[in-house]
Nanobody, 116 residues
């Protein structure tokens, strides 16, 4: 299984980005999925997740600004990020579990820089 994350870049405050995490090589459909981020000098933190039951949850710092979603047909996980702030600057990682697969998989990370 491989996860290819993309969509990061440099954006001005209040701007938007959409991150993608394309899965390949998986035999089973998405189970629980999530986006994490790690800012310089800080620990990795959970940003948003969808449980295997389909419920979404978000870190308080991104509620109302970020939206996590799945396109099953494209086998891809997304993170729509709006109203970006400098404190959102980090490397963003996707994390995916597939149904009937006991493993958790990580994407390679994509850098988001929010700066004027």
């Amino acid at each position: 299984v491989q996860l290819q994350a993309s969509g990061g870049g440099l954006v001005q405050p209040a701007g938007s980005l959409r991150l993608s995490c394309a899965a390949s090589g998986n035999r089973f459909s998405f189970g629980a999925v999530a986006w994490y981020r790690q800012a310089p000098g800080k620990e990795r933190e959970l940003v948003a997740a969808i449980t295997s039951g389909g419920s979404s949850n978000y870190a308080d710092s991104v509620k109302g600004r970020f939206t996590i979603s799945i396109d099953k047909a494209k086998n891809t996980l997304y993170l729509q990020m709006n109203s970006l702030k400098p404190e959102d600057t980090a490397v963003y990682y996707c994390n995916v579990r597939f149904r009937l697969d006991p493993n958790a998989y990580w994407g390679q990370g994509t850098l988001v820089t929010v700066s004027s």
